[in-house]
């Protein structure tokens, strides 16, 4: 028995040794893999913890603004102010008055109100019971303004900061908070008269901005309904049509064709229609050319837009601004409420280009139209106002302004300080702080130095690094003979004012310079 044991431990044996061999070789190598899985696993867990914070509860985090939005520093903003300066005077020259409106509104007031941009709206969440958005323009807002308060007659500007969730391009001035420069008129008015007088603003902001050349297209919506019509559109695909054509400013027709074939359903015949006529351009002989078309000239939107488009180069010739306006049939602005004509402006090139600047893309940097029927929507009883309106894209012009000032060089100052009230001699910060206290009660910008024997040198370079183009300077003997010695920071020259005119001679000095 012992030696048939013996016999079958051996057989055993080695029958099972193999195998017991490569079980404990995979099993050596599952081990260190699933070693190596928890080694890479840890390191996640590290990676995340660093992210999160340290023990000490201080949590790590990048410094930086929400994607889509950036800080200005002070040469910026006064780029910016003398931008919204220039546009606010344009406004008010046209006899416009300003209102302000929540920069969020109910999500029911915005809704339906922008095509396919609607996805564009931020939705704030839900704090226990207004369902809210921030507001997407300034035009729907005034809208409902207009019809919550009753108003048929009108004409606002409105500068204000809007949102929308899109996908930025800070280069080109696209961000997802911006501000923009609205002028509106509303009211019953005779045809094209206040339309004329939008596009008008248009040209005069541009010219005084001295962006550069510049081109305005208009159009109608009730042209391009008309065309629609006649190249075979079903009504039903208007609004979707219309979305895809006006990207014809940033796509080649073959895929703006495409995407109206592919994707929106239109048949390929009706959209090669569409394509002969929106490679169209010209102005009031395009507008009589396109009377004469026997499938246009039967339609009755299109035929009443093109009598419209006729009268409104009639006053445009009268404002003298036709050299700059295209009638352009590709125009086509998505947004939904637009009911007549519409227009934009597009930047072509700027002027005096320093060798060492690039050309700045920036397309559209104003748009606008007429919107009839945008407050019935609001009003209880469908009441219409006649609407039409313009809104400047500011920050597509402040991105051209900061370019050019940087390529330059150009000093910018960021304060308006007249004067530095500066001493010679130690122990007269008292007579400094009572000279510029009597300042500033006349109105004089006046600054001085924060401390109590500051050096004379430290005081005029101070101005020099500022901009500031006058220095009083006060010393003893000055104080005994009530006077003040003016200095103008540029040329260096000094001469003794008395105290009694200083006033008058600072005020006088800066409608100088």
């Known amino acids: ?108 007031t915005l809704t339906g109100k922008y095509g396919e941009d609607s996805k564009l709206i931020y939705d704030l969440k839900d704090q226990g019971g207004e369902l809210l958005s921030l507001r997407y323009d300034l035009t729907v807002p005034f809208a409902r303004y207009l019809a919550m308060n009753k108003i048929s007659n009108i004409k606002r500007y409105h500068i204000a900061k809007v949102y929308r969730r899109d996908n930025p391009a800070m280069t080109k001035g696209r961000y997802r908070e911006f501000y923009q420069c609205d002028f509106d008129i509303a009211g019953q008015y005779d045809s094209m008269i206040p339309d004329a007088e939008c596009i008008k603003v248009v040209h005069e902001i541009l010219t005084e901005l001295q962006l550069g050349d510049f081109h305005i297209k208009v159009n109608d919506r009730r042209i391009l309904d008309g065309m629609f019509a006649v190249c075979g559109v079903p009504d039903d695909k208007f609004r979707a049509i219309c979305s895809t054509v006006d990207k014809l400013d940033k796509a080649s027709w073959e895929e703006v064709k495409n995407e109206m074939v592919g994707e929106k359903g239109l048949a390929p015949e009706a959209a090669d229609r569409i394509g002969e006529y929106v490679r169209m351009h ?87 139209g007429r919107y009839d029927g945008l407050v019935g929507m609001f009003d209880p009883k469908g009441r219409k106002v006649p609407c039409v309106g313009v809104s400047v894209g500011i920050e597509r012009v402040f991105s051209i302004l900061e370019q050019k000032a940087e390529a330059s060089e150009e000093k910018i100052r960021t304060t308006e300080t007249q004067v530095l009230v500066a001493s010679a001699q130690k122990n007269l910060l008292e007579e400094r702080l009572k000279l ?43 104080l005994k003979e009530g006077v003040v010695k003016l200095r103008n920071v540029a040329t260096r020259e000094e001469v003794d004012v008395s105290r009694v005119t200083l006033v008058e001679e600072i005020k006088k000095r800066s409608i100088q310079s």
């Open 1 to 108: 028995m012992n030696a048939i044991g013996m016999v079958s431990g051996k057989l055993w044996t080695g029958f099972l040794g193999p195998r017991i061999g490569l079980c404990n070789n995979a099993l050596r190598a599952m081990s260190c893999h699933t070693n190596t899985q928890i080694g890479v696993e840890v390191a996640k867990l590290l990676d995340l913890k660093a992210q999160l914070g340290t023990d000490d509860g201080k949590q790590m985090f990048v410094l930086k603004t929400p994607k889509g939005t950036r800080d200005y520093n002070p040469k910026q903003m006064a780029i910016r102010e003398s931008v919204f300066n220039t546009i606010i005077s344009c406004f008010k020259r046209h006899g416009a008055e300003t209102i302000d409106t929540p920069v969020f509104e109910l999500k029911e």
């Open 436 to 478: 510029t206290s009597e300042l500033w009660d006349a109105g004089i910008k006046a600054e001085v130095l924060y401390k109590k024997n500051p050096k004379l040198l430290s005081q005029f370079q101070h101005c020099e690094e500022t901009g500031i183009p006058l220095v009083a300077i006060i010393g003893e003997q000055e």
């Open 282 to 368: 010209g102005g009031f002989d395009l507008a009589e050319k396109l009377l004469q078309d026997p499938q246009l000239s039967q339609n009755k939107h299109a035929l009443e837009g093109l009598t419209d488009m006729k009268d409104l180069f009639k006053y445009l010739e009268l404002f003298k601004v036709t050299d700059k306006v295209i009638f352009d049939l590709s125009l086509a602005r998505g947004l939904d409420y637009y009911t007549g004509v519409i227009y934009e402006a597009v930047l072509i090139q700027p002027q005096n280009v320093h060798p060492s600047e690039e050309l700045v893309s920036v397309g559209s940097v104003a748009g606008g």
